[in-house]
Nanobody, 125 residues
Framework: QVQLVESGGGLVQAGGSLRLSCAVS????????MAWFRQTPGKEREFVAT????????SYHDSVKGRFTISRDRSNNMVYLQMDSLKAEDTALYLC??????????????????WGQGTQVTVSS
């Protein structure tokens, strides 16, 4: 099993920045890929960014490219999401996810076996 705990959310003005953290514990050796998703009420979970645990290859949703940066610290079992130039439409519950397998469809929530509880990000315009 893998446990994920997010932190770092909050209320920020449009144009501001936040850094989300995801603490990873348990069978970390089994992880192939980590990701951040976001969800708003009544909508499906949306892919934000992903990073491979070993080689740190990254990919982003088009809406956050150039504004968000995903990174990982394997020595401390942490994953981060640096969010800059935040917009009101970035408001959502942000969830950290882990996938133990090399699935090609990394934008699909079903690829991920483990999820955190999420941290709320609210951007005021």
């Amino acid at each position: 099993q893998v446990q994920l705990v997010e932190s770092g959310g909050g209320l920020v003005q449009a144009g501001g920045s936040l850094r989300l953290s995801c603490a990873v514990s348990g069978r970390t050796f089994s992880i192939y890929r980590m990701a951040w998703f976001r969800q708003t009420p009544g909508k499906e979970r949306e892919f934000v960014a992903t990073i491979t645990w070993s080689s740190a290859d990254t990919s982003y949703h088009d809406s956050v490219k150039g504004r968000f940066t995903i990174s990982r610290d394997r020595s401390n079992n942490m994953v981060y999401l640096q969010m800059d130039s935040l917009k009101a439409e970035d408001t959502a519950l942000y969830l950290c996810a882990a996938a133990p397998t090399r699935a090609s469809v990394f934008r699909y929530p079903g690829t991920y076996s483990y999820w955190g509880q999420g941290t709320q990000v609210t951007v005021s315009s």
